[in-house]
Structure formats: structure tokens, C-alpha cells
């Protein structure tokens, strides 16, 4: 998730903290040196890196000290942890205001099906509704995948679900603990939310379309970077015994979702619905819907449909709720 109080680091902050990740100590000098800059451009390089949430050690004599340095993304890396690598074309950068928007800006002008952006820092990420996406420096999985469809917009109704149920598979495969799925697009322990899912689509209803699948989760959220978040929030480190490396992470998460869309492109979401509600935090569980027009609405969860629709059992009888802007909360 990222801040807009937080200014995005500077391409030589990025340079500076990559030679620093070995944990050794490093002088400014030999630093500034290396680099062709001043010692001055090093040390406003690496001022306030905390903000990022990272622990930067700066010992007069020694020099800098990086401690827990971030798993850099690597194409090669993830590329190697992929079963069909032929499906994805990847790119790795180091800023960017949202994978997301930069995606969708590819996706008009032609881009490639399985095209992925991942992002090491936001300055303006994006979760659901126009909420903003906080996160720090290495302590965060965000990227967006391309995927094209011969049908239309019509027909990508509980895209969003279904991207969940390919998390949670490859989730599961690392044994994390505790994880559920909350409609229409989160991931939850019982700690707060893990991960979001953000589906954003360009082409007409009838076909074919582009959908862009944006995804955040929490590795390790420092609280320099938790302040900012305003909902109860988690990360892996807290469920899972054996944190995985980053890039292997990003490779599985990448072979599920298209293991999923290739099952979604024939036959829809109708396939894996049990498969969802059996995610389902709030499955069989009495809910608040908070409607867009300030109105509420209780009843009990029984599932979905074929399409994603929520189905809710209130006191009119049953009703079918599509995500929009709907909030979900436990009655």
C-alpha cells in the first residue's frame, strides 16, 4: 500500500539501497565514489529511507548499514519459478503511480495478453472504490497481469471471485494458515485484511475485452507503514511458518491465475463457486450490506451465483447483490 504523503524514492536511493542489501556497512566515500556522485547526493539519497519501511543504520566512520534489505524483484527469477513462462511477458520497475494505470494504458495501445507490471513502489496505488493501496519498500507484493478475452464485458462477471480462488490455491500451497476470502475481493485472516484484488476492464460488451487484474499483499507491514491504514490489516509473515522469497511468491501467484483464466475463459465463474464458498468468510453468517444510497441491509450469506452476485436471505426473502459499491460487515 503507498502513501501521498510519502514521496517516491529517487532512482539513486534505489541504486544506493541495492548495494547496500548484503547488510555490510558501507562508507558514503566509497559509496559517492562507486557511483560517480557527491557525498552529499548519497547522503540526501538515503535520508528519511525509514519512511519506506526500512532500518537503514548510519554509523559516523563506518558508514551505512541496511538491515532486513528487500527481496528485490527479478524477471529472471520469477520467469525460472514458472511452469509455462511462455504465457507472461514481465517487466519489473522500480516506481510507478499504480501498476494498475500503467497497464490499462498499454492494454489501448496494444499490449500483450499476459503482460505483468511489478511495481517495488507505488506513489499512488489503487485498491477498490478509489481507495488508496499503502505500502512500503520490499514489504509488499503489487502487481497488475493483462489478459485478454475473445468475449465481452458482459461475460466477466465474477472475474474478481474467481482471481480470489487462484490466491487462495496458491496460498495454500505455501500453508499459510488461517486465510479466507471476504466478497467480493479480499483477502482476510482473522487478524485483518491479508491481500485486495482490483479488476479494472477496457473493450466492448459484446467482444473482445482486456482486463487488467491488480493485485496487493502484505508481506511484513512495518508501522511506519501500517499508521497509514485505516481498516484492520495483516501480512504473511504473520501466517505462514517460513516466509517464501518474494520472486518465487510473485511466479506462483502468476501460474495460478493463469491456470484459473484458462479454465474462466470457457466456462466462466460457474466452475469454481463451490470452491469459493467454501472460502468464504462470511459463508451461511448473518451480514450488513451498506448500500451506496446510505441504506442498510441484514440478512444471512448463501453463497453467489453463476455470475459472482452475492445472494443474501433477508427479511423480503432472497436478494442478489452485485459488488459495485456495496460494503460487506458482519451483523
Not at 13 to 20: D, I, K, P, Q
Not at 104 to 125: D, H, I, K, N
Not at 282 to 310: C, F
Amino acid at each position: 500500500m503507498s502513501s501521498a504523503e510519502v514521496t517516491a524514492p529517487k532512482p539513486l536511493t534505489f541504486t544506493l539501497l541495492r548495494l547496500l542489501s548484503d547488510g555490510e556497512f558501507h562508507s558514503g566515500e566509497v559509496l559517492a565514489q562507486q557511483l560517480g556522485v557527491s557525498r552529499a547526493s548519497v547522503n540526501i539519497a538515503l535520508q528519511n529511507v525509514e519512511q519506506y519501511g526500512l532500518t537503514l543504520f548510519s554509523v559516523r566512520g563506518r558508514g551505512y548499514r541496511l538491515i532486513d534489505a528487500p527481496q528485490w524483484l527479478d524477471e529472471n527469477k520469477v520467469s525460472a519459478g514458472l511452469a509455462t513462462p511462455e504465457l507472461f511477458h514481465i517487466e519489473m520497475t522500480d516506481t510507478a503511480v499504480s501498476s494498475n494505470t500503467v497497464l490499462l494504458q498499454r492494454a489501448a495501445l496494444g499490449a500483450s495478453c499476459g503482460s505483468v507490471l511489478a511495481v517495488e513502489w507505488q506513489s499512488a496505488g489503487r485498491g477498490r472504490v478509489g481507495r488508496v493501496w499503502h505500502s512500503g519498500l520490499g514489504n509488499a507484493l503489487t502487481f497488475s497481469l493483462l489478459w485478454r478475452f475473445e468475449f465481452g464485458l458482459s461475460a466477466i462477471s465474477g472475474l474478481s471471485l474467481a482471481v480470489g480462488v487462484a490466491m487462495m490455491r496458491a496460498l495454500g500451497k505455501l500453508g499459510v494458515a488461517g486465510i479466507g476470502l471476504k466478497w467480493p475481493n479480499d483477502i482476510l485472516t482473522s487478524r485483518g485484511k491479508l491481500a485486495g484484488i482490483l479488476i479494472e476492464a477496457q473493450g466492448d460488451m459484446l467482444g473482445p475485452s482486456a482486463v487488467v487484474i491488480g493485485i496487493g499483499l502484505n508481506l511484513r507491514l512495518p508501522r511506519t507503514v501500517q499508521q497509514h491504514i485505516d481498516q484492520p490489516v495483516t501480512d504473511l509473515a504473520h501466517s505462514v511458518g517460513e516466509m517464501p522469497e518474494r520472486n518465487r511468491l510473485l511466479a506462483l501467484l502468476l501460474q495460478e491465475l493463469a491456470n484459473m483464466l484458462g479454465v474462466f475463459a470457457k466456462r466462466g465463474f460457474s466452475p469454481l463457486r463451490t470452491e469459493w464458498e467454501s472460502y468464504h468468510v462470511y459463508q451461511n453468517k448473518q451480514v450488513k450490506m451498506l448500500l451506496p444510497d446510505g441504506t442498510q441491509t441484514i440478512g444471512v450469506v448463501h453463497g453467489v451465483n453463476d455470475e459472482g452476485a452475492l445472494r443474501v436471505e433477508t427479511k423480503q426473502g432472497m436478494q442478489i447483490f452485485h459488488a459495485g459499491e456495496i460494503s460487506l460487515r458482519e451483523a
